[in-house]
């Protein structure tokens, strides 16, 4: 069945540091892809998300690019912030139009 | 506007005990889905419901149900608790349940604890 694969975490960083968090997927046919975030006692927040290949989801300085030729959908931004610490969650909804999630990603900045 | 409302937000209850959650979606939005999250296997997908009708279902036992109500509100039902049911459990709303091109909005949970 689909699957969606990320990183362990934690990614610690210091404050402008360059972020990358990988994401790769399973999936017949041709998903859409999301990245949500969950701040500490919080619900999960939609991101960013791209619906075809090649298209670039962006929103609040980070970015990610669907690539179907190596299924993968990894979450960058240039220069992370202290208020950018939270729980990342790259996920796909395929034919079955439900939201299959990765295990989530941990990312701590430190000032 | 307001957001996706979940109550109660924690819960402590018994193993074999039986716990009802409820889920109040965004005004307009149709459809809620139900997700549990644990540390060890992450956001699972339960159920979704649109109109009063489960429309999906994810691989959970059958003491896992739920229902939604005509005015969109939702809730999820687990009987006979078992220690593993400790979770996070998150509901989703959205306009029409197409998750692949629709945004779905979280509450922001129901942390529930067995003991």
């Known amino acids: 069945g689909d699957s969606v694969t990320q990183m362990e975490g934690p990614v610690t960083l210091s404050e402008e540091a360059f972020l990358t968090i990988n994401c790769t997927y399973t999936?017949?046919?041709?998903?859409?892809l999301f990245w949500y975030v969950q701040y500490p006692g919080e619900g999960l927040q939609l991101l960013l998300k791209?619906?075809?290949?090649?298209d670039k989801g962006s929103n609040k300085g980070f970015e990610a690019t669907y690539r179907k030729e190596t299924t993968s959908f990894h979450l960058e931004k240039g220069s992370v912030q202290v208020s950018d610490s939270a729980v990342y969650f790259c996920?796909?909804?395929?034919?079955?139009?439900?939201?299959?999630f990765g295990t989530g990603t941990r990312l701590q900045v430190f000032p | 506007k307001a957001g996706v409302t979940q109550t109660p937000r924690y819960l402590i209850k018994t193993r074999g005990q039986q716990v009802t959650l409820s889920c109040s979606p965004i005004?307009?939005?149709?459809?809620v889905s139900w997700y549990q999250q644990t540390p060890g296997q992450g956001l699972q997908f339960l159920f979704e419901?649109?109109?009063?009708?489960?429309?999906n279902k994810g691989n959970f036992p059958g003491r896992f149900s739920g229902r939604q109500f005509s005015n969109s509100r939702s809730e999820m039902n687990v009987s006979t608790l078992e220690l593993g049911d400790s979770a996070l459990y998150l509901c989703?709303?959205?306009?029409?349940?197409?998750?692949?091109?629709?945004?779905?909005?979280f509450g922001p949970g129901t942390r529930l604890t067995v003991t």
């Open positions: 989703a709303s959205s306009l029409a349940g197409l998750a692949g091109v629709e945004e779905q909005y």
């Open positions: 999936a017949t046919g041709y998903p859409s």
């Open positions: 791209a619906t075809k290949a090649d």
């Open positions: 996920a796909l909804s395929g034919d079955t139009d439900k939201l299959i």
């Open positions: 005004s307009g939005h149709r459809s």
């Open positions: 419901y649109f109109s009063e009708t489960q429309r």
